[in-house]
C-alpha cells in the first residue's frame, strides 16, 4: 500500500534562480543612481560643514567683538580671528569629507557680525559673499547637484541647495 505524499513547502531551484535574476536586473538598473545618490550626499554634507564653520566666525566675531575671518582654500576651512590681519589666530580649522572642495574665498565678519571687504575698505564695505562647492571629476547639473553657501550683505547665511538653479 502506498502512502500519500506530503504536500511540498519551500522553493523549488528554478523559483529561486528567477527571482535572483529579476533582483540582478533590478540593481542594474539603480546602479548609476547609487553613485549619484553618493555624490549628492557627499556634496551635501560638506555644504553643512562649511555652514557650521561660517556660522561659527560670525557668532565668534560678535561673541569677541573683534573681526572674524573665514577661509577656503580646497577642502580646508579655517576660522581665524583677523583683528589684526598681520597676527591671526587660527581658531578652528575643518577638513570638507569625501573629497569636496569648496572655492577659494576669504569672508571676514566685524564683531556686529557683518560680513566685510577689508582689502577694498575695511570700515564700511558691506559684501555678499558666494562660496561654491564641487567633487572632483563630478559635473554640477539638475542630477549632481552641487550646493553653494551664500553670505548676504546683512550677515544673512543661507545654504543651496544647488547653485546652478539661482539660489
Same mark, same amino acid.
Given at each position: 500500500?502506498?502512502?500519500?505524499?506530503?504536500?511540498?513547502?519551500?522553493?523549488?531551484?528554478?523559483?529561486?534562480?528567477?527571482?535572483?535574476?529579476?533582483?540582478?536586473?533590478?540593481?542594474?538598473?539603480?546602479?548609476?543612481?547609487?553613485?549619484?545618490?553618493?555624490?549628492?550626499?557627499?556634496?551635501?554634507? *560638506? +555644504?553643512? /560643514?562649511?555652514? $557650521?564653520? %561660517?556660522?561659527?566666525?560670525?557668532?565668534?566675531?560678535?561673541?569677541? @567683538? #573683534?573681526? !572674524?575671518?573665514?577661509?577656503?582654500?580646497?577642502?580646508?576651512?579655517?576660522?581665524?580671528?583677523?583683528?589684526?590681519?598681520?597676527?591671526?589666530?587660527?581658531?578652528?580649522?575643518?577638513?570638507?569629507? *569625501? +573629497?569636496? /572642495?569648496?572655492? $577659494?574665498? %576669504?569672508?571676514?565678519?566685524?564683531?556686529?557680525?557683518?560680513?566685510? @571687504? #577689508?582689502? !577694498?575698505?575695511?570700515?564700511?564695505?558691506?559684501?555678499?559673499?558666494?562660496?561654491?562647492?564641487?567633487?572632483?571629476?563630478?559635473?554640477?547639473?539638475?542630477?549632481?547637484?552641487?550646493?553653494?553657501?551664500?553670505?548676504?550683505?546683512?550677515?544673512?547665511?543661507?545654504?543651496?541647495?544647488?547653485?546652478?538653479?539661482?539660489?
Amino acid at each position: 500500500m502506498r502512502h500519500p505524499m506530503p504536500k511540498a513547502r519551500g522553493l523549488t531551484l528554478i523559483e529561486l534562480m528567477v527571482a535572483i535574476t529579476v533582483a540582478a536586473f533590478l540593481l542594474m538598473a539603480a546602479a548609476p543612481h547609487f553613485a549619484d545618490y553618493s555624490n549628492n550626499s557627499r556634496l551635501r554634507e *560638506g +555644504g553643512t /560643514t562649511l555652514q $557650521t564653520e %561660517t556660522l561659527f566666525a560670525q557668532s565668534e566675531a560678535i561673541k569677541r @567683538n #573683534r573681526v !572674524v575671518r573665514l577661509t577656503t582654500s580646497g577642502s580646508t576651512v579655517q576660522v581665524l580671528e583677523a583683528q589684526d590681519p598681520a597676527n591671526m589666530t587660527l581658531l578652528r580649522e575643518r577638513t570638507l569629507a *569625501g +573629497g569636496v /572642495t569648496a572655492a $577659494t574665498a %576669504t569672508v571676514d565678519f566685524t564683531p556686529r557680525g557683518y560680513p566685510v @571687504n #577689508r582689502a !577694498v575698505n575695511p570700515s564700511v564695505d558691506f559684501v555678499a559673499a558666494a562660496i561654491d562647492l564641487g567633487l572632483p571629476g563630478v559635473t554640477c547639473s539638475s542630477e549632481q547637484r552641487c550646493p553653494g553657501l551664500r553670505v548676504d550683505a546683512g550677515g544673512g547665511i543661507r545654504l543651496c541647495g544647488n547653485k546652478l538653479s539661482g539660489c
